[in-house]
């Protein structure tokens, strides 16, 4: 069973929170049930915080609309987490300048574009799989080396400068985007 403590405004929970998500369907007899809650969710915003036991462990989760249907999203507990003003050190909270900010913000911008998850792939398991049918094409397994990892310290405003002077040859600006739609 699911046990609902508090209904809250589903942008106040902080995504680190979140765990892992279970898509929810009704049994027969609550079919009924599940659609007012979902309708209600999703109209108001909010995320049905419980408690359930998965797997003879209780865990705490929300309960959110998505779409057509409801997500029951596992949620750590407060004490699963630290604080992250204990983790990030001082350098990483100090402030940029304006031009910097500004450099950050541009390249950000070149590089925006909508959500396709499919966009992105799991590199590590396609590498895996091809290890795995090499071997079991050959008998041996191939030698593969580990990337090369950056030592020393960066300096972020030039890598800033360079990637914005790259996006900006590479990708038109975004009104050339807009002009090119519109002449199609």
Same mark, same amino acid.
């Given at each position: !069973?699911?046990?609902? $403590?508090?209904? @809250?405004?589903?942008?106040?929970?902080?995504? =680190?929170?979140?765990?892992?998500?279970?898509?929810? #369907?009704?049994?027969?007899?609550? #079919?009924? =049930?599940? %659609?007012?809650?979902?309708?209600?969710?999703?109209?108001?915003?909010? %995320?049905?915080?419980?408690?359930?036991?998965?797997?003879?462990? $209780?865990?705490?989760?929300?309960?959110?609309? *998505?779409?057509?249907?409801?997500?029951?999203?596992?949620? +750590?507990?407060?004490?699963?987490?630290?604080? =992250?003003? *204990? @983790?990030?050190?001082?350098?990483?909270?100090?402030?940029?300048?304006?031009?910097?900010?500004?450099?950050?913000?541009?390249?950000?911008?070149?590089? +925006?574009?909508?959500? *396709?998850?499919?966009?992105?792939? *799991? !590199?590590?398991?396609?590498?895996?799989?091809?290890?795995?049918? !090499?071997?079991? &094409? /050959?008998? &041996?397994?191939?030698?593969?080396?580990?990337?090369? @990892?950056?030592?020393?310290? /960066?300096?972020? @405003?030039?890598?800033?400068?360079?990637?914005? =002077?790259?996006?900006?040859?590479?990708?038109?600006? &975004? #009104?050339? +985007?807009?002009?090119?739609?519109?002449?199609?």
């Amino acid at each position: !069973t699911i046990d609902i $403590q508090d209904f @809250v405004d589903r942008a106040d929970i902080p995504s =680190a929170y979140f765990e892992k998500p279970y898509f929810m #369907s009704p049994d027969g007899r609550s #079919s009924k =049930a599940y %659609a007012v809650l979902r309708d209600v969710l999703e109209k108001k915003k909010l %995320a049905a915080v419980a408690l359930v036991v998965i797997r003879t462990k $209780q865990r705490l989760c929300a309960i959110l609309a *998505d779409k057509n249907g409801l997500v029951l999203e596992t949620l +750590r507990f407060a004490d699963e987490l630290k604080d =992250a003003k *204990d @983790v990030i050190d001082a350098p990483a909270r100090a402030a940029a300048s304006e031009k910097e900010r500004e450099l950050a913000e541009q390249l950000v911008e070149n590089l +925006r574009g909508e959500w *396709d998850p499919k966009k992105y792939k *799991d !590199t590590f398991k396609i590498e895996i799989m091809k290890s795995i049918e !090499t071997k079991a &094409k /050959t008998g &041996k397994m191939p030698v593969t080396r580990a990337p090369r @990892v950056a030592s020393g310290v /960066t300096d972020l @405003v030039a890598l800033l400068k360079k990637s914005v =002077a790259n996006v900006s040859k590479e990708a038109p600006s &975004k #009104s050339a +985007r807009k002009t090119k739609k519109k002449a199609a």
